[in-house]
Each structure stands twice: as C-alpha cells, then as structure tokens.
C-alpha cells in the first residue's frame, strides 16, 4: 500500500496530465489521495513544496531505470544504446523528465526553485532533498553518465546527448506524412545503428564528466 507521501504524488501527476500546474488545486489533491490538507502540508509545506517532490521523484525515476539498464549483461556499446533509446521514449512519455531533460520547460508544468536561503529545513527527509531544487539538465546527464563506470562514462554521455538532441527535435515522419508538432517517436534503428557504431570503439576519460 502506498505511503501518504507516494499516494499523493501520484494524485499530482494524475492532476497534472489533465490540467497546467497553476489550475492543480491542493484540496483536491488530498481529496484524490484520502489524506487530510494537514497531511499534504506536513509532508510538502507548500504547492512550491509539492513541485519540487515532483520534479524531485522524476529525476530519481530516472536515474533508477538507467541503473537498470545499466547493469545489463549486455555488450557496453548495445548497453548504452539502449539507454539513449530508453530516455528518448520515456520522455517523450513523461513532460517533466522531458523539461529536465532539455531545460526546456512549459507553462503548464511546475518549475520549483530551491527553498529560499535560510528557510527552516523540512521535518521530512525525502523533502529537504528536494527542497535543494531540480539538477540542471548537465548535471543529470553527468550523474546518469557516471552509473556506466569509469571506463564507459564519457561514451555513455555521449549517448545520452544524442538521445537528448533527438528529443529536442525528433525525426522527420516519412515524405507524404504529417506528423504532429508535440509527437516524440522512439529513435530510428538507424540512428541506434549508429550510436553502437561509435560506441563499439573503447573510450576512456580521465575526467569525471564533459562539459
């Protein structure tokens, strides 16, 4: 059975799917949740409390299934392809691992700042984590990067910054066919072809992360 906290993170990103973040009422969501408003508030402090949990729990989904695939007994090279292939579909699924992705985020979608300097820490844990604000898409790549090992890291960015350049502009539908402005398509073979290609070739970086 889900925690208080989890149950009402899913409400918000059921809330979210149907309607822009200003119009996300935090009644509603202890309503959708079975909690009090007390509870919400005690687990959050604030609707700019709740975003950043939510931006928060995203990036962490993230990296977590990147682990995942990471640890694979696959060939490196089919390993980290299929990570870039991964991110692509899995962002164009989810808007807020796409903003954090690309930076590029709507006016739908909460965009939290950190807690302001010299706030009272949060009771909960998993909350002052949050409240230190979302990775900067960089940092998110480096950290995912980092979870291919020292040998494989600065490959694995690379193909993470394929996968993100093709979420910023997917593939051309085919000639004759008209492709909606906000469809993401999974990456092309051929463009997966071609990250195993560079890949099958041994890369090592001293550096912890590329710029």
């Given amino acids: 059975m889900p925690t208080a906290r989890e149950a009402l993170l899913d409400a918000a ?3 979210l799917a149907r309607h822009p973040w200003s119009a996300v009422r935090m009644a509603d969501l202890a309503v959708a949740a079975r909690v009090s408003r007390q509870t919400l508030y005690n687990e959050f ?10 931006v928060r729990q995203e990036a962490d989904a993230y990296l977590d ?3 995942r695939l990471l640890a694979a ?9 299929a990570v870039a292939e991964w991110t692509v579909v899995r962002a164009g699924d989810r808007p807020i ?19 302001r300097p010299g706030a009272p820490p949060a009771p909960v844990p998993a909350q002052r ?14 950290t995912t990067a ?8 600065a490959g694995c960015e690379l193909a993470l910054r394929l996968a993100v350049s093709h979420v910023v502009a997917p593939a ?23 990250i195993e290609t560079i890949l099958s070739v041994e890369t090592t970086s001293p550096r912890k992360s590329m710029p």
């Fill in 97 to 115: 691992l796409r903003a954090l992705l690309t930076g590029a985020w709507t006016e739908g979608l909460p965009r939290p700042r950190p807690a």
């Fill in 45 to 54: 402090g604030s609707k700019e409390g709740l975003a950043r949990a939510l």
């Fill in 65 to 67: 299934g990147a682990r």
């Fill in 13 to 15: 990103l059921t809330a």
């Fill in 129 to 142: 984590r949050a409240d230190a604000g979302p990775p900067a898409p960089g940092e998110l790549l480096a």
């Fill in 146 to 153: 980092r979870c291919a090992g020292e040998r494989w890291e």
């Fill in 73 to 81: 007994p696959e060939p490196p090279a089919r390993t980290l392809a």
């Fill in 172 to 194: 051309l539908p085919p000639e004759g066919q008209w492709a909606e402005p906000d469809s993401w398509r999974p990456m092309t073979p051929a463009m997966t072809r071609q």
